[in-house]
C-alpha cells in the first residue's frame, strides 16, 4: 500500500474513533444497551481502514456463561477478536496505563487483573464473575504474553484460576470455557512467511507507530478464526489438565491454518 492510501486509511480511523470514542464514553455513563455492541462497530471498521479480512471456521458456543481462550500474536488480535460478536477482554494491569489503548480497552469494558498481587486478583476474579453472570462473553489469553503468530506458547493455568473464581461470585455451577486459534496467514495477498511475521507480531518493545504504520502500509491482511469445541469448567475440574487440553487444541487449530 502507498503512503497516501495508508495516510487516508489512517485519517478514516481517526474519523470513526473520533464518533466512537464521546458516544461510547455516555453509553457506560448513562447505562445504555449500546455499550455492548458499538465496540464491535468500531472494530469491524477500524479492520476495513487497515485492510484486515477475516475467515471464520466454526462458531462461538451458545453455553454461557463463556470465556474465551485464544493464542495470542498482536494487539491486531483485540479488534480482530471483537469485531466477531459483543465480546470483553480479561487484560494485565498495565495495560490500562498505555496510551490510546488503554482507554480503548476501558471503554470495551475489559477486567484488568493485576497478577502480582494477590488481592486485586481476586477482585478481578469477582468482577469477572459479575460480567459472566450479566452474561457477557469474556476473551482471555492464557499464555500470558504475545508471539510472534506461528506458535503457541505454553497455556499458565494459574490465569484459569479467574474462571474458577468466577464461579463463585457469579453462582454458577459452571463456566464454558472455548478455545480459539488466530491464524494470520496472507498479507498482501501472498502467503505470509516467517519473515513477514514481525510486521503483525508485536512482541519485545516494538512502539506502537512504526508498528501500526507496518500494519496499515502491508497492502492487505487476512486472518483465520477456528473456534474450538467448548469444555465445561466447574469447582471438580483440573485447572493444569483444561490448560494443556485447551493448548493442544489452539495449537492444532493454527498449524491447520498455516499449513493446509
Not at 504474553?145 to 455451577?173: C, E, K, N
Not at 507480531?201 to 477456528?226: K, M, Q, R, S, Y
Request: contains cysteine; aromatic residues 6%; positive net charge.
Amino acid at each position: 500500500m502507498n503512503r497516501v492510501v495508508a495516510v487516508l486509511a489512517l485519517a478514516r480511523l481517526a474519523a470513526i474513533t473520533a464518533v466512537a470514542l464521546p458516544t461510547q464514553m455516555a453509553a457506560l455513563r448513562f447505562g445504555w444497551p449500546l455499550a455492548r455492541t458499538l465496540p464491535g462497530w468500531w472494530h469491524r471498521r477500524a479492520l476495513g481502514s487497515l485492510g484486515v479480512r477475516i475467515r471464520e471456521h466454526g462458531a462461538p458456543a451458545t453455553n454461557r456463561p463463556l470465556l474465551v481462550t485464544p493464542n495470542h500474536c498482536s494487539w491486531l488480535d483485540i479488534p480482530v477478536i471483537g469485531s466477531l460478536m459483543p465480546i470483553s477482554f480479561v487484560a494485565k494491569a498495565e495495560v490500562a496505563t498505555w496510551p490510546l489503548f488503554g482507554l480503548l480497552a476501558k471503554l470495551q469494558r475489559s477486567v484488568f487483573v493485576d497478577r502480582t498481587r494477590r488481592t486485586a486478583t481476586g477482585r478481578a476474579a469477582d468482577e469477572l464473575g459479575r460480567r459472566l453472570a450479566d452474561g457477557d462473553c469474556m476473551v482471555l489469553f492464557p499464555e500470558g504474553t504475545s508471539s510472534t503468530g506461528d506458535v503457541v506458547l505454553p497455556f499458565r493455568s494459574a490465569l484459569l484460576g479467574a474462571a474458577r473464581g468466577a464461579i463463585d461470585a457469579g453462582g454458577h455451577a459452571e463456566v464454558w470455557v472455548q478455545p480459539m486459534s488466530v491464524a494470520y496467514t496472507r498479507i498482501a495477498g501472498m502467503p505470509m512467511g516467517r519473515a513477514d511475521r514481525p510486521r503483525i507480531g508485536w512482541t519485545g518493545d516494538v512502539d506502537l507507530p512504526p508498528h501500526l504504520w507496518g500494519v496499515v502500509t502491508a497492502g492487505g491482511i487476512d486472518v483465520e478464526i477456528v473456534w474450538g469445541e467448548p469444555r465445561p469448567f466447574d469447582a471438580r475440574t483440573d485447572r493444569k489438565a483444561l490448560a494443556a487440553s485447551l493448548e493442544r487444541e489452539v495449537r492444532a487449530g493454527l498449524l491447520a491454518r498455516l499449513r493446509p
